[in-house]
């Protein structure tokens, strides 16, 4: 079972929305609570990017090609970070994945399959 699971991509319009969900299977409450979480993506040709983070205590961080637009948020109870991405733009295309990030802020786990997101009209 992989460590974190991505869904909820697709096809979505400019000027839409789409909210992705990252869960944590493998990860036991008490590690996934205090885990500062993070949301990268990676669009053709180009390296992997982080887009959002958010700490334990839910204060968030934002690549400033998002901010304004996408919220990330979490709920530990499920042990499930989210990404409402709004306002759609076609420069969004791109795999989303999600990670626990060190103290360092480097990706702590292996990378999963990741959701494809395309915004197209």
């Known amino acids: 079972q992989a460590q974190l699971v991505e869904s909820g991509g697709g096809l979505g319009q400019p000027g839409g929305s789409l909210t992705l969900s990252c869960k944590a299977p493998?990860?036991?409450?008490?590690?996934?609570?205090?885990?500062?979480m993070a949301w990268y993506r990676q669009a053709p040709g180009k390296e992997r990017e982080l887009v959002a983070y958010?700490?334990?205590?839910?204060?968030?961080n934002y690549t400033d090609s998002v901010k304004g637009r996408f919220t990330i948020s979490r709920d530990n109870t499920k042990k499930t970070v989210y990404l409402l991405m709004s306002n759609l733009k076609p420069e969004d295309t791109a795999v989303y994945y999600c990670?626990?990030?060190?103290?360092?802020?480097?990706?702590?786990?292996?990378w999963g399959r990741g959701t494809q997101v395309t915004v197209s009209s």
């Open positions: 958010i700490t334990a205590n839910s204060a968030r």
């Open positions: 493998r990860m036991i409450t008490s590690v996934f609570n205090p885990t500062v």
């Open positions: 990670n626990a990030l060190t103290t360092t802020k480097q990706p702590k786990y292996d």
